[in-house]
C-alpha cells in the first residue's frame, strides 16, 4: 500500500525515474480497487458506485500517466513512448516489455538510479 500512496504524493511528477516494484505495485492496487468499485456497481445497479468509479478513475489518470512515464524514463527511454500504446496490438506489447524491463543501473539523463537511492 505504501507504494500506492508514494505515487499518489508525486500527483502530476513526470521527471525523475519509477521502480519497476512501484509502477507495477500501483498498478496492483489500482486494478483491484478498479475490479471493487466495478462489481459493486454492477452488483448494486446504483449509480452512485459508477460515478465513484468514474471519478476514481479521473483522479488517478495523472499520477499513472505520471508513475509509467517514470518508469521509462528509469528504462532510458522517454516519456513518450507512452505514445506507442495507440498502435494495435504490437504497441501495448512493447510497452508491457518496456514497463517490466530491468531500469538501467546507472545514473542516466532522467536521474540516479531510484533502487540504490532508496536503498541507502
Do not use: C
Not at 511528477?13 to 505495485?25: D, N
Not at 483522479?59 to 507512452?82: F, I, K, N
Not at 501495448?92 to 542516466?108: C, D, H, M, Q, R
Amino acid at each position: 500500500m505504501n507504494w500506492y500512496l508514494e505515487v499518489l504524493k508525486k500527483y502530476a511528477v513526470f521527471s525523475g525515474r519509477a521502480r519497476r516494484k512501484e509502477f507495477w505495485m500501483f498498478t496492483l492496487f489500482n486494478l483491484i480497487i478498479v475490479a471493487v468499485l466495478a462489481g459493486l456497481a454492477v452488483g448494486t445497479k446504483s449509480g452512485v458506485f459508477w460515478a465513484l468509479y468514474g471519478i476514481y478513475g479521473l483522479a488517478v489518470l495523472l499520477p499513472g500517466w505520471g508513475v509509467t512515464v517514470r518508469r521509462l524514463h528509469d528504462t532510458s527511454r522517454s516519456g513518450w513512448w507512452m505514445l506507442f500504446y495507440i498502435v494495435p496490438i504490437v504497441g501495448p506489447i512493447t510497452l508491457l516489455v518496456f514497463l517490466a524491463s530491468e531500469g538501467k543501473a546507472e545514473p542516466n539523463q532522467y536521474g540516479p538510479n531510484p533502487k540504490y537511492v532508496a536503498a541507502a
